[in-house]
């Protein structure tokens, strides 16, 4: 499995996993990201991501964009 931080702008990926400590995961959940979910990476900055979760932009940074996994 690959973290989200390696994918690039433009590309749509599925989730597969989360990871890291219960409260992380159930924050990023509450923001969408749970397993078998599209992501699309709308653009990258200095290693912080927004991406397109269902029909919301967030912004994550390096970390926590690091927790997805696809």
Do not use: W
Not at 21 to 34: I, N
């Amino acid at each position: 499995m690959i973290p989200l931080t390696m994918a690039k702008p433009g590309e749509t990926v599925t989730v597969r996993r989360i990871t890291g400590k219960d409260d992380v995961r159930q924050h990023l959940a509450e923001l969408g990201f749970v397993v078998d979910t599209e992501v699309t990476v709308v653009s990258s900055l200095a290693g912080g991501l927004i991406v397109q979760v269902k029909d919301c932009r967030v912004a994550l940074d390096q970390s926590m964009a690091s927790r997805i996994m696809f």
